[in-house]
């Protein structure tokens, strides 16, 4: 089985092979590692390679997104394997395109900033929603224009609720 | 000695004060919101009653109600633990006039201290050091004008303000007006009050507080200092006891500055003197809480006292059976403020159910958790999920046990900022002990720069993300093919058809 | 220091070790047994290797196999931890010749103190009070006639014993023939060994400990006592520093006995001597552990020592930087061990799957946990699950702390011994700290009298069987109401006859 | 719904009600109680009864046995509905009849001390089964007369393995 691992933009091409129970043959640039992976509770696993222990967990995050939390660092992945790739790819465009910024947890909305054709720079307020008592800046991924404002002051969101479009064909100022 | 308390709070600070009342022998009456039935104080409460629907300002703000349900279930007296109702003035008032004891000091006292203008002029009388700042309320007018005379950096702050809400700090005079606006829609969202001040802002400030015990004998001691100087958007984060840095002379000039500010006021109870101390060793009087602290649990492993009982003993009119020659510090202490928020998206609240949770065990490990395996994370409230608190001989070996337990403590559902404290036992500034309250600000804000142990860490995580996928992808695989296979309601359906079949050749 | 140490045990000593290792910046390095893969040990080591079917002799008993295992991973030291291989004269042999530093004393040493018949006579030139009894190994006939002598009560004792096993309580001559078969066997199943020894069994006995630690470099101090007086069939269940009854002179006494002890067999790591004292209080040596105890907990809560990286820190060559006059104690602490047992049906193991896992939390508590939600206990290894350590300023705090840590102790899945403890906690006569090691079989063989709270509490069992019973059968009946439905692949098939039908009718 | 609940040989009628979403009516001898019972987790119960507030774990034992820990003390209660009372009755003869003495525990049968045709009394030791290290008498629940020993020394037992079968009818010498 070959999937494409994905770290932000780089990715790399991992070929997995189930070798026995709980045991898989990991190739990564050629260097293959024997991993004895045993799972309990939710997805943290005991991981032994080569003699070393790992405990590692595991979240998935949306389709094909994995949150890896190993030795105190934590990784965002995605995996897709090679039958799914022509679909990430697609994703890709899109996510190059127009940018929709979503609501990452339910709260609030006690002020919009922005007006469909503002032009925005990246990292720019577009919005402060309020959740656990606390105010949280929504910011623009990208430079670009703003097409489309969902959200209205005083409006209650839930998480991935749709708040604002930004477009960078629009030039910025 | 009461023999039912009320506890007006919820989450970790009611598990920790339903904690003291057991070891007194006391019965705790819990009070719990719609969205709160199945919380963990309620769980380890002897009663429990319901305060209303899940917005605070519906239940467990509603101070009236409060009262009545203590009255009702007999309770002699009212622990506020902290936030909520613990700092409104009016409270002790309710509680007096309800004939309730009000674990805590005077509406009077609060009032002083609670607004930070009077509470400064008050200090000042009673020769505490304060900072430099206008102490009148003031226009936004009158605010830039001060500013653009005494000059930048600058914080402005909410009179009735604490814990860091609608506070902010200018470096720049074209930040003013933004400031201002967003400090008063804070202070007016939080306190329902939108009255400001400003003071001169103290370079590479530590945050040093001190611990005071006051009984209504007119008995008033200290219990020593704790550093809260790691703090993010001015909430601590992480806090140590003893400070760093500190001199047996700074310790004992700052703790009968806290123990003159307490008797100024006539304070009962367990309260907390805030400082600021610049690297000259110079401290000012910043604000006093006139509650029990998230961080008091350092205090109760370096001195071995617990505040929370005593507390509660105060407030039943006992003799403060401590005195400052017979309190000590034994060794040091590091509280780590478990959020639910993700570190790697800004911090952003995260909420859920909690899936998993592992906490870490073994020598100098405290855990005070709000929650449980099963338990969820509203919006509602404080994101504060656990407290964890490590002691050890020296600063070094509780900041070993504090890494170590780091990395026990699994919880799942809801993302923590556990990854971030681990980050932080790593640092060589903290480490040094030699950091103020832009720590995070400073050393934190970027990505850590990749090592060896990273790599290796990236290469684990990857070869799990295959894993994960693989068995993902094959148990949905599984599911499908087993749609069609003869088990459960199919089989159901293939024994009706056999039945038939069988009826057919008859 | 140690770069990589492998530790040679499981369970929660295992875990125990692993942390000490951890907070000092050494790679611990775990074996596993076949059934162990998912235990705790596993997923906190850095290393972890297999080594052998589930029987204890065919793995974490294999001397051999283990010593071979560190030094392919190339573990600079072997940590025993207690039981399998901590008392092993062999042991510490086989590591040496391996070049593999053993974390404990030598084998010489052990042999000395662990044959109790050497080591009574060993302690009895050394100056140490001693019980009087045979010392040299016994025929069934010499035995008869020796307690005929001396009359009983009389205790018979396995020669290569620990932990109660293979001993028995001679009351009457006519018990002596059947003791002695019993305790052979025992002891022949337990230590491979079957040689006995009898003791004139000494009236009221307490059972008190005194905890040294001994350098490389001749530095022999002693970490006051313990108190282990509630023990069942000879297994300690309960414990406490310091001792109840206990005067400063005695103290000293005993103290100085240990040291002495100690450095008569040129003693190295930390280890105990148990000792009897009696209502007079005089004391009688009774056997030296020469490993870590499974209370050494208690003893590092009221000095602040940590006894596990010390014996770390002493195997690796470093000099005690402790002295006798710089320890000292701080309050009191008390150890419950919590068995996978039925203390309803005569103790009898309860292995199984542990399904939900909550621990106590707050001030002046420390658990030391073997298991985790989802993990097995099997029958293959010592019943022991956890332990829960409370500390007070004084004991009867460190009892309230204990009292209410039990009530929030939630295991399921299996049984434990979690009652039985808070029976304990609630006996007046432990409340006094007036008992002796007869404590259990005097007071707590017996059901409970019912009392109001009792009362109250059935009524509440008998209520949530009835909703639980309620629960199931409404649970049943749904699912079997379920079943014709057409969801899942019910649905499947529905859909699978439209498509047919609609076929038909083009 | 009627429940039949039993503790040892005394029993009492529960009459229960649902009358909202986790809240019941529990009938005792007449006294009404009006319970809030929600369950996380693995069966603990938080119970609320008139202000007062119980953690309350319930745990199935049997068929219809519940082992129920309520402020440190454990109830071993049984609860059958008034439809099954017949075949608990049944249950019951059988109880007060023949014993048949199980193993309450995985281990390894070490001794066995009765033959058939052996009188025993209650309490005394029948076999000796070792587990966790640990040598267990098991001892006959009454007097009688050993109609049936299924064990033999050496063996490896299961819970629940049917050791020996003791008649109370042989009277006892």
């Known amino acids: 089985m070959i999937y494409e691992v994905s770290e932000g933009k780089t990715s790399v091409r991992v070929d997995l092979q189930q070798v026995g129970e709980g045991l898989y043959d990991v190739t990564i640039d050629g260097r293959t590692l024997r991993i004895d992976a045993v799972r309990s509770g939710r997805n943290v696993y005991s991981v ?14 949306g389709s094909h997104g994995f949150d890896v939390l190993v ?35 339910p709260g609030k909305i006690v002020k919009v900033s922005v007006a469909v054709g503002d032009a925005v720079r990246e990292g720019q307020s577009l919005l402060v929603v309020e959740a656990m008592k606390m105010e949280n800046d929504i910011t623009s991924p990208i430079d670009g224009r703003v097409t489309e404002v969902a959200a209205r002051e005083g409006d209650t969101v839930e998480t991935g609720a749709h708040l604002v479009v930004v477009d960078p064909g629009g030039e910025a100022p | 000695m009461f023999k039912k308390i009320l506890i007006a709070n919820r989450g970790e600070i009611a598990v920790r004060i339903i904690r003291a009342c057991h070891e007194l022998g006391v019965k705790a009456a819990a009070i719990y919101s719609d969205v709160d039935r199945d919380a963990l104080h309620v769980r380890y409460a002897d009663e429990a009653y319901p305060c209303g629907p899940a917005a605070a300002a519906e239940s467990y703000l509603k101070a009236e109600r409060v009262v009545e ?27 007096r006039d309800a004939g309730i004891v009000f674990i805590g000091p005077s509406g009077d006292v609060m009032r002083t201290m609670g607004d930070k203008v009077t509470a400064r002029q008050t200090m000042e009388k009673a020769g505490v050091p304060i900072v430099p700042g206008v102490t009148e309320r003031l226009s936004d007018e009158a605010a830039e004008r001060w500013i653009r005379d005494v000059g930048p950096p600058v914080m402005i702050k909410a009179s009735a303000g604490g814990g860091g809400k609608g506070m902010r700090l200018v470096r720049d005079v074209s930040e003013v007006r933004t400031a201002l606006a967003r400090a008063r829609s804070e202070a007016r969202a939080s306190f329902g009050d939108d009255g400001l001040y400003i003071e001169k802002f103290v370079e590479e400030p530590r945050h040093v507080e001190i611990q005071i015990l006051a ?62 101390v610049n690297p000259k060793g110079e401290f000012y009087f910043l604000e006093m ?3 029990v602290q998230v961080e008091h649990a350092i205090t109760e492993a370096i001195t071995g006292v617990d505040i929370v009982k005593q507390m509660i003993k105060i ?26 928020e993700d570190p790697e998206s800004n911090f952003a609240p995260s909420p859920g159910e909690v899936l998993l949770y592992r906490v870490p065990g073994g020598p100098g490990i405290r855990v005070d958790s709000g929650v449980f395996a099963g338990a969820r994370v509203t919006v509602h409230y404080d994101p504060m999920v656990a407290k964890l ?3 050890g001989r020296d600063r070094p070996e509780a900041i070993d046990r504090m890494r170590r337990a780091l990395s026990e403590f699994v919880v799942k559902g809801i993302k923590t900022s556990i990854p971030f404290h681990q980050r932080v036992m790593r640092h060589p500034k903290f480490l040094e002990g030699h950091y103020d309250t832009g720590f995070i600000e400073t050393y934190l804000k970027d990505r850590e720069p990749p090592d060896a142990s ?41 024994f009706g058809r056999r039945a038939q079949m069988r009826g057919g050749l008859r």
């Open chain 1, 48 to 61: 032994i390679e080569g003699g070393r222990q790992w405990e590692i967990s595991v979240d998935e995050n």
């Open chain 1, 71 to 105: 030795a105190g660092r934590l990784f965002h992945l995605g995996a897709v394997d090679e039958r799914r790739k022509l679909l990430a790819a697609a994703g890709q465009v899109v996510a190059e395109g127009k940018q929709t910024v979503e609501a990452r947890m």
């Open chain 2, 69 to 95: 349900i203590a009255r009702a279930c007999g309770a002699e007296a009212i622990h506020p633990g902290y936030g909520f109702l613990s700092e409104r003035g009016f409270f002790p008032d309710l509680c």
């Open chain 2, 215 to 276: 009984d209504t004998h007119g008995h008033v001691i200290h219990l020593f200092e704790r550093e809260c100087s790691v703090q993010r958007r001015h909430q601590k984060v992480i806090e140590e006891a003893p400070a760093n840095r500190m001199t047996p002379d700074l310790r004992a000039r700052m703790g009968e500055a806290a123990v003159a500010a307490a008797r100024t006021v006539g304070y009962v109870g367990a309260g907390t003197c805030e400082f600021l």
């Open chain 2, 289 to 291: 809480n006139t509650r």
């Open chain 2, 315 to 340: 407030a039943a009119g006992a003799r403060l059976e401590l005195t400052q020659d017979r309190v000590g510090i034994n060794g040091h202490a590091i509280e780590a403020r478990i959020y639910a």
């Open chain 2, 389 to 391: 608190v490590t002691w």
């Open chain 2, 454 to 494: 990273a790599e290796e860490a990236r290469r684990m995580a990857i070869s799990l993300t295959a894993i994960a996928a693989w068995a993902r992808d094959k148990g949905r695989a599984e599911r499908a093919a087993a749609a069609p296979a003869g088990t459960g309601p199919g089989a159901w359906k293939a």
